[in-house]
């Protein structure tokens, strides 16, 4: 018995003297924070980047997600809100906006609904050129849906939301209007 807690022994004491002085050797001050560095980079781009139906948004600051519902009548689509800081409201409200314009092929936009009739209305001429200090506009992503995105300011939280409108885009681009 002895015999086996001295071989126990020798063979903790030989891997104290080769494996813990190799790990020190090969991880220096510099090392241990460049990757620190990194890894808080990281995060923080986490923290401004938010992928929304295979569109990606960088943002100049931080959000967080706060809540996500799902689309009455269409459980595959989700809305997305995010919180921010109320002093970042503008820089992000204009990233988005330049972001989803360059995204669409329309640009950003709103609906002139007195024109819109069930089917037929072309998006082109339902749309009216939304300005960049709205708070609520509408886009068609990548994907060839028309999403909107909008700013609350009036709540505690400042936030803003980002989802798929109930409106459609038939293949000739007209608007489809679900009748539930």
Do not use: H
């Not at 989700?78 to 409200?93: G, L, P, Q």
């Not at 024109?115 to 068609?140: Q, R």
Request: with cysteine; hydrophobic share 35%.
């Amino acid at each position: 018995m002895k015999k086996i807690f001295n071989v126990i022994g020798i063979c903790a004491l030989m891997s104290y003297l080769f494996i813990f002085p190799s790990c020190e050797k090969a991880y220096d001050e510099e090392e241990l924070l460049s990757d620190i560095e990194k890894k808080r980079n990281e995060r923080e781009m986490k923290e401004r980047t938010f992928v929304y139906a295979g569109d990606t948004f960088q943002l100049p600051a931080k959000i967080k997600q706060i809540d996500s519902i799902s689309v009455y009548g269409y459980p595959d689509e989700v809305s997305y809100t995010y919180s921010f800081n109320a002093s970042d409201k503008e820089a992000i409200k204009q990233q988005l906006f330049e972001l989803t314009s360059k995204i669409s092929e329309y640009g950003n936009f709103d609906l002139d609904r007195q024109y819109i009739y069930l089917g037929v209305t072309p998006l082109s001429e339902a749309k009216i050129d939304a300005s960049n200090d709205v708070t609520y506009w509408y886009f068609v992503g990548s994907n060839g849906r028309l999403y909107n995105i909008s700013f609350d300011s009036d709540s505690e939280t400042p936030n803003f939301s980002i989802g798929e409108f109930l409106y459609r885009l038939n293949e000739d681009n007209t608007l489809f209007i679900p009748i539930f």
